[in-house]
Nanobody, 124 residues
Framework: QVQLVESGGGLVQAGDSLRLSCVASGRTFSRYGMGWFRQAPGKEREFVAAISWTTSNINYASSVKGRFTISRDNAKNTLYLQMNSLKPEDTAVYYC????WGGGDVSATEYDYWGQGTQVTVSS
């Protein structure tokens, strides 16, 4: 089992950057495929980015490809999401999620562990 805590959200202007972090408890973080999802008000949760437990497979939603970068530091039990060139439509609560032995899945149903979320608001 792993517990996930996100941080790094905030209020920024369009074009700015933010880096989200997700710290995992326990000593088995390296065994988890990890993903970032987001949910805007009135909308369903959507996939943003994912990285496999081996780091060999990385996936991005088309809406963020080229602007966002997912990475992980297993020594620090931490997952990151570097977000550049932010747009107002990126405004959402961002969640990290863990999937034991996961391959970087894009479907939220593959993930068993979720953080509480961190709010990102991008003003125009």
């Amino acid at each position: 089992q792993v517990q996930l805590v996100e941080s790094g959200g905030g209020l920024v202007q369009a074009g700015d950057s933010l880096r989200l972090s997700c710290v995992a408890s326990g000593r088995t973080f390296s065994r988890y495929g990890m993903g970032w999802f987001r949910q805007a008000p009135g909308k369903e949760r959507e996939f943003v980015a994912a990285i496999s437990w081996t780091t060999s497979n990385i996936n991005y939603a088309s809406s963020v490809k080229g602007r966002f970068t997912i990475s992980r530091d297993n020594a620090k039990n931490t997952l990151y999401l570097q977000m550049n060139s932010l747009k107002p439509e990126d405004t959402a609560v961002y969640y990290c999620a863990g999937d034991l032995w996961g391959g970087g899945d894009v479907s939220a149903t593959e993930y068993d562990y979720w953080g509480q979320g961190t709010q990102v608001t991008v003003s125009s």
